[in-house]
C-alpha cells in the first residue's frame, strides 16, 4: 500500500535500508546514485568511482593531517 | 589535464552536473578549480566511459540477493534475511524517480551499484555493524518515517534522532517500574545515552545544536509533573478533552461559593502509569500516597477530560486494590525477612520456636503469592510498554478492563489472606494456624469453583497443596524435635495412638501431649475443631505412615551415617515425580479423547492439584530427610511444574465454562480419583523402603525368630537345657529361686548355641503370690524372662509384648514342667519304695501277721497297678497338652505370622501383625480371661500330675488307697470336664484349632 502511495518516500526508503543492510556508506549521495543509474551509468563502474575517491579522498585528509 | 567538455553529444546537462555533485559530495571537494577535484571528475569520467565492465545483469543481481539472503539466514539473523528480500522486492516494485516502470535496468542497477559498494569496503564490518542495527531501525523507520514523509524526505540525518530518543526514553522508563523513586531521574540520564548511542555509530549524525533541539527534549521526557506546577497542556479545545473545565465553570456559575482548589493537572497517561506502578507495588509515588499503610488517592489531582470526582472514584478503586497489593507484598515481605513479630507469637513454652523461620504452610502460602505477583507484574510492564510504544490506544478504562480478572483474583487472594492470616489471632498454635488456612484455602476452591474463575483456581489449588504438604512437614517436624530424641521408641507409638483417631484432631494432640509432656498444661481440646484439613482426611493415615517412615528411616540411616543415600533417594524420588507427571498427562489426553469438553478443565485442574501434590509429597519426604535440599529441589520441582502450566495452558484456554460446575462436583472425585492413587503409592514406596531396612538392616525377623526360640520354647534344646536345669533343682528340693543361678543356667544354655542372643537375655525371678505358692503348679510363678531389644526393633516387640510372651512363657514352663516330672518318675522306684517298707514290716511283724501276708500283698500291687495306669493317664493327657500347644498353636501360628511379616506393607501394619499374632498364641494357649475356667482345669491337671509325681518319688508308703482314688476321681472330672467343654467348642466350630486336642484327650477317656 505504501508502495503505491508515495513512490518517491518508497524509494527513499528503500535505498536507505538496501544502504544500510549492504553498509555501502552512501548517504547524500545517494539520489545522485539513483539519478545516475537511471541514466544507464554503469553502475559498477559508479561503485569502482566511488570507492577510488574515497580512498583518494582519505590519503589527501591524512596526507593533510600529516603535515597540519 | 585539459578540461573536457561532456564526452559524447547525448550527454546532458544534468548528467554533467550529477557526476560534478558526486565528486563534491564522495570526494569532499567544494571548489571546482581545484585540480584534486578537475582530477576526480576526469577520473570519473573516464571511467564512466570507458569501463570495463559488462552491462547490469538482472538475473546475476538477482542471484546476489538471494545468496545475501541465505548468508543472512545461515547467520541466522533471520530478522534482517526477512527485511533484506522484502526491502530488495518493494524496491523492485517500486518506480523510481523518472522511470515509472518497475523491474528496470536502472532498479538492478542501482541494486548492483549497492552490493558492490557494500561488497568492498569490509566485509566483516558489513557483517556486524549493519545488523545490530537493522532490526531495530527497521519498525521505526516503517512507522515513524512513513507518517512524517513529505517533510523530512531527503533529510537523511534528522530521520534517526526519533529512534534514539525513543529507545533511551524506552530504557529510562523502564527503570522506575523496578525502583521505588517512581522515576524522578528520568529526565537527567536521556542526554548522556544519546550521547553515548551517538557515537557508536558514525553514520547517524545527530546534531546537538540544532534548535529543535530543546522541544524534541520537551516532547520526548516525562513533565515533572510531581515538582513543579502543571504548565499548560497542548490540547484541543474540544468539549470532550475539557470536561474537567467545563464542569469547573459550570459549578463555579451555578455556586456562587464555589472556590477551585488548587488542581494538579496531569495527563492520563500519567494516571494509568501510578496505576500500573501501583499495583507493582511500589511505593512512593505521587497520585497515590501511602500513608499508615494506607493507599490513598491524592486530592487535587486532575485531568482535563474528566470532573474530579470521576476521576477520584476510578481512582479510589484503584487505590483499594493497590491497599491489597500491598497487605500482601507485606505479608511476603515478613514471611521472607522471617521477621518474627507477628509470624511466632511466643506462647510460653516455645523459646525453642521463635528462632525458627515462619512456619511452613505460610512459607508456602508466601511463595505462591509471590509467584502470582511475578507475573502479576509481568502483565503490568507488558502493558506499560504499549504505553511507552505508543502502539496502541490505553486508557484508564481500559487498563482497568484489562486487569479485570487479575484484580478480581487479587481480591479473591485477599480474602484468603484476611480469613486465613490476618485473622488468626496471633497466639495460635502453628498447626492450628496452618491447618486454618488450607481450610479457607480448600473452601476458596470450592466456591469459586461455582463461580466458575478458573484461573483463580489453578493458583489457589497451588497453595493448598503446597500449604498441605507443608503442613504434612511441619507436623512431622513437631515430632521430630520433640518425640525422637527423647525416645525413640516412644517415637512410632505417641503417633501410633493418634491417627487412630482418624483425625486431623491428632496434630492437635501431638501438639497437646508434646505440650502436656513439657508443661504439664493440657490446653488441647478447645482448638480441635479448628484443625480439620477436610479434603486431606482419606489419605491422611496413608501421609502420616509416609512421613514417619521416612522420618524413621531418617534417623536410621543418619545411625549409619549413610549421607550418600540421602541422594540417592532424592534422585530416586525424583523419578518417582517424573513418572508421576508421565501418568497425569496420559490421563490428561484420555480425558481429552472422550469428553474434550467437560473434562479438560477438570484434568486441568487435577493434573495441577496432583503435580502439586506429588511436589508436596516428594517435600514432605524431603523434608523429613534433608532440609537444605529442600530449597534446591523446591527451585527446580518448581521449574518443571511452571512448564507443566505451559504445556497445559492451551487445555485451559478452549475450556467450555458450563463445564466448571461439573468441576465443583469433581472435585472431591478428581482428588480420590487422582491424587489419593499418588499418595498411596508414595506411601508404599516409603514404608516398603522402611520395612526393607528393618528387614535387612536391623534384623527385624532374627529377632521375631529369637522372642519365638526363647519365649515360646522353639529352640528346644537350648531351652531343655535351661529348664530341666532348674527342674532338677526343684525335684531336689533345692533352692533354685537364685536369680543369679538362674542365669547362669540361662547363659549357659543360650551361649553355647546363640552367642548374640546371650548378652539380651536376662531371666528375673519375683516372689508372687505366696498362697497360690502352695500348688507345684504355681511354684514357678514369677519367672520372668526378658530380652533386651536394640532400638528400631523395639517398635515392633514392645515391653508389652514381652508380657505377653512371658505369659506363654509361664505355662510353657509349667506344662514343662508337669511332663518332666512325669517323665522323669521310674517304675523300679515305686516298686523298690513299696518293698520297702513292706519288707520292714515284714520284719516286725513277721510271727503274727504270718496269715495275713497273702491278702496284704494283693492291695500293694493293685495299688501300684492303679498308680502306674494313672501315671499314663496323666502322661497322656499332659503330653497331648503339650503337643497341641508346641506344634498345632506355637509352630503353625508362627508360620502364619511369619508369612505375614513378610507380606507387611508398613511398620504400622507390622506392629499390628505382631500384635495380632501373640494375642492368637495368648488366646489358643488358653490363657485369656474368659477361657480361664478351662485353663484352672488344665492347671489343676498339672498340679495333680505334679502331686502324684512328688508322692511317686516320696514312695508308696506314703500313699493311701484313699488318696489315689481321689487322684484318679479328680483326674476324671478334670478330663471329663476338659472333653466336654472342648468338644462342645469343636462342635461348635469357633474354635477349629482345640479340635486336636480334643480328639486326643478323648482317647485318654475310651482307655478309661
Known amino acids: ?19 544500510k543492510l549492504c553498509n555501502a556508506g552512501l548517504d547524500m549521495e545517494t539520489p545522485i546514485c539513483v539519478r545516475l543509474c537511471e541514466q544507464e551509468i554503469n553502475p559498477e563502474a559508479l561503485s569502482s568511482v566511488i570507492k577510488e575517491l574515497r580512498k583518494a579522498t582519505e590519503a589527501l585528509k591524512a596526507a593533510e593531517n600529516m603535515t597540519s | 589535464m585539459a578540461r573536457h567538455g561532456p564526452p559524447w553529444s547525448r550527454v546532458d546537462a544534468q548528467q554533467e552536473r550529477d557526476v560534478r555533485e558526486l565528486v563534491r559530495g ?3 571537494l567544494q571548489d571546482e578549480a581545484d585540480p584534486n577535484f578537475q582530477l576526480a571528475l576526469n577520473f570519473a569520467w573516464s571511467n564512466f566511459r570507458f569501463h570495463r565492465f559488462l552491462d547490469v545483469n538482472s538475473h546475476k543481481i538477482e542471484k546476489t540477493i538471494e545468496g545475501i539472503y541465505e548468508k543472512f539466514v545461515i547467520h541466522s539473523d533471520l530478522s534482517k534475511a526477512a527485511s533484506w528480500k522484502r526491502l530488495t522486492e518493494e524496491f523492485l516494485n517500486a518506480p523510481l524517480p523518472s522511470i515509472k516502470e518497475i523491474k528496470t535496468d536502472a532498479h538492478y542497477s542501482i541494486l548492483s551499484l549497492l552490493l558492490c559498494l557494500s561488497d568492498s569496503p569490509s566485509n566483516s564490518s558489513y557483517v556486524e555493524t549493519p545488523r545490530n542495527k537493522e532490526v531495530e531501525k527497521k519498525d521505526d523507520f516503517d512507522w515513524g518515517k512513513y507518517l512524517m514523509e513529505g517533510e523530512e524526505m531527503d533529510i537523511g540525518p534528522y530521520m534517526d534522532t526519533p529512534n534514539w530518543s525513543e529507545e533511551s526514553e524506552e530504557e529510562n522508563d523502564q527503570q522506575p517500574l523496578s525502583r521505588e523513586d517512581s522515576g524522578i531521574q528520568v529526565d537527567r540520564t536521556p542526554l548522556e545515552e544519546q550521547d553515548q548511542n551517538r557515537k557508536l555509530d558514525p553514520c547517524i549524525s545527530w546534531k546537538a545544536d540544532e534548535p529543535d533541539d530543546r522541544s524534541w527534549l520537551e516532547h520526548h521526557v ?14 484541543s479545545l474540544h468539549l470532550h478533552s475539557n470536561l474537567a473545565a467545563v464542569w469547573d465553570q459550570h459549578l463555579y456559575s451555578s455556586d456562587p461559593l464555589y472556590v477551585p482548589d488548587d488542581r494538579v493537572l496531569v495527563t492520563e497517561t500519567q494516571v494509568i502509569r501510578e496505576t500500573l506502578w501501583l499495583l507493582s507495588g511500589v ?28 476521576l477520584r472514584s476510578v481512582l479510589e478503586q484503584i487505590a483499594a486494590y493497590g491497599q491489597v497489593v500491598f497487605r500482601l507484598q507485606e505479608f511476603i515481605d515478613e514471611v521472607m525477612g522471617h521477621s518474627s513479630e507477628s509470624m511466632l507469637p511466643g506462647s510460653g513454652s516455645v523459646p525453642k520456636k521463635s528462632t525458627e523461620a515462619p512456619f511452613r504452610t505460610y512459607q508456602a502460602f508466601m511463595w505462591a503469592l509471590y509467584k502470582y505477583f511475578i507475573s502479576f507484574k509481568e502483565e503490568l510492564a507488558e502493558i506499560e510498554k504499549c504505553i511507552i510504544n505508543n502502539d496502541t490506544t490505553i486508557t484508564l478504562a481500559i487498563v482497568v478492563d484489562k486487569l479485570a480478572p487479575r484484580l478480581s483474583q487479587l481480591k479473591v487472594l485477599h480474602k484468603v489472606f484476611s480469613t486465613g492470616v490476618a485473622e488468626v489471632p496471633p497466639d495460635t498454635r502453628n498447626v492450628v494456624r496452618a491447618s486454618h488456612l488450607l481450610n479457607t484455602l480448600y473452601k476458596a476452591i470450592l466456591e469459586y469453583d461455582n463461580v466458575g474463575e478458573a484461573s483463580e483456581q489453578t493458583t489457589v489449588d497451588e497453595w493448598i497443596v503446597h500449604g498441605h504438604l507443608w503442613d504434612g512437614a511441619r507436623e512431622f517436624i513437631i515430632q521430630r524435635n520433640k518425640n525422637v530424641p527423647v525416645n525413640h521408641r516412644d517415637f512410632w507409638y505417641a503417633t501410633y495412638t493418634l491417627y487412630s483417631v482418624s483425625e486431623k484432631t491428632e496434630n492437635e494432640e501431638k501438639m497437646s501431649d508434646n505440650a502436656s509432656a513439657s508443661s504439664g498444661s493440657d490446653q488441647g481440646p478447645s482448638s480441635r475443631q479448628h484443625t480439620m484439613v477436610s479434603f486431606l482426611k482419606p489419605v491422611l493415615k496413608q501421609i502420616i505412615m509416609a512421613g514417619k517412615s521416612m522420618q524413621l528411616l531418617k534417623n536410621l540411616q543418619c545411625a549409619e551415617s549413610t549421607t550418600c543415600q540421602a541422594g540417592a533417594r532424592d534422585a530416586e524420588r525424583k523419578s518417582l515425580y517424573t513418572l508421576f507427571l508421565e501418568s497425569v498427562q496420559s490421563r490428561l489426553r484420555h480425558g481429552e479423547d472422550s469428553t474434550p469438553q467437560v473434562l479438560t478443565e477438570q484434568q486441568a485442574t487435577k493434573e495441577n492439584l496432583m503435580k502439586m501434590q506429588s511436589i508436596a509429597e516428594s517435600h514432605l519426604e524431603l523434608d523429613d530427610v534433608h532440609d537444605p535440599l529442600l530449597a534446591i529441589n523446591f527451585a527446580r520441582m518448581y521449574l518443571e511444574q511452571s512448564d507443566f502450566h505451559e504445556k497445559f495452558a492451551g487445555g485451559d484456554v478452549c475450556v467450555d465454562r458450563s463445564s466448571e460446575s461439573v468441576t465443583c462436583q469433581t472435585f472431591e472425585l478428581t482428588l480420590r480419583s487422582c491424587l489419593y492413587p499418588h499418595i498411596d503409592k508414595q506411601y508404599l514406596d516409603c514404608c516398603g523402603n522402611l520395612m526393607q531396612t528393618l528387614k535387612k538392616d536391623y534384623r527385624l525377623v532374627e529377632y521375631l525368630q529369637a522372642m519365638r526360640n526363647f519365649f515360646l520354647m522353639e529352640g528346644g534344646d537350648t531351652m531343655y537345657d535351661f529348664y530341666t536345669s532348674i527342674f532338677d533343682k526343684i525335684r531336689e528340693k533345692e533352692t533354685w529361686q537364685n536369680v543369679s543361678f538362674l542365669n547362669v543356667q540361662l547363659q549357659e544354655a543360650v551361649g553355647q548355641r546363640y552367642p548374640e542372643d546371650s548378652s539380651r537375655l536376662s531371666i528375673s525371678f519375683e516372689n508372687v503370690d505366696t498362697a497360690k505358692k502352695k500348688l507345684p503348679v504355681h511354684i514357678l510363678d514369677g519367672l ?11 517398635i515392633v516387640i514392645s515391653l508389652e509384648c514381652q508380657k505377653i510372651y512371658n505369659q506363654v512363657f509361664l505355662l510353657l514352663l509349667q506344662i514343662k514342667w508337669a511332663k518332666y516330672s512325669l517323665d522323669v518318675l521310674l517304675f ?5 519304695t513299696a518293698e520297702k517298707p513292706r519288707l520292714k514290716e515284714g520284719l516286725i511283724h513277721e510271727q503274727d501277721t504270718v496269715a495275713q501276708f497273702g491278702p496284704q500283698k494283693e492291695p500293694v500291687r493293685q495299688q501300684i497297678h492303679r498308680m502306674f495306669l494313672l501315671r499314663v493317664k496323666l ?37 499390628k501383625i505382631h500384635y495380632r499374632y501373640l494375642s492368637t498364641i495368648h488366646d489358643r494357649c488358653l490363657l485369656r480371661e474368659k477361657v480361664s475356667f478351662v485353663k484352672e482345669a488344665i492347671m489343676k491337671v498339672l498340679n495333680l500330675a505334679l502331686m502324684f509325681a512328688d508322692g511317686w518319688q516320696a514312695g508308696l508308703g506314703t500313699w493311701r488307697m484313699e488318696s489315689i482314688e481321689k487322684m484318679e476321681s479328680d483326674f476324671k472330672n478334670c478330663h471329663m470336664f476338659l472333653v466336654t467343654i472342648l468338644n462342645k467348642a469343636v462342635c461348635r466350630g469357633s474354635f477349629p484349632h482345640l479340635e486336636s486336642l480334643a480328639l486326643s484327650l478323648m482317647a485318654g477317656m475310651e482307655q478309661s
Open chain 2, 26 to 28: 564522495v570526494a569532499g
Open chain 2, 283 to 310: 511505593k512512593k509515588l505521587f497520585i497515590f500516597q501511602l500513608i499508615d499503610g494506607k493507599v490513598t488517592v491524592r486530592n487535587n489531582i486532575i485531568v482535563t477530560h474528566l470532573t474530579h470526582s470521576c
Open chain 1, 1 to 19: 500500500v505504501a508502495v503505491a502511495a508515495n513512490p518517491n518516500a518508497v524509494r527513499e526508503t528503500m535505498d536507505r535500508m538496501l544502504n
Open chain 2, 828 to 832: 523300679g522306684e515305686l516298686v523298690s
Open chain 2, 875 to 911: 502322661m497322656h493327657f499332659v503330653n497331648s497338652l503339650h503337643n497341641y500347644i508346641m506344634t498345632r498353636i506355637l509352630h503353625s501360628t508362627g508360620l502364619e505370622f511369619q508369612h505375614q511379616v513378610e507380606e507387611a506393607k508398613d511398620l504400622d501394619q507390622l506392629i
Open chain 2, 222 to 235: 516525562v513533565h515533572q509533573y510531581w515538582t513543579a506546577r502543571p504548565s499548560q497542556f497542548p490540547h
Open chain 2, 784 to 794: 520372668t524372662l526378658s530380652y533386651k531389644v536394640p532400638w528400631p526393633v523395639d
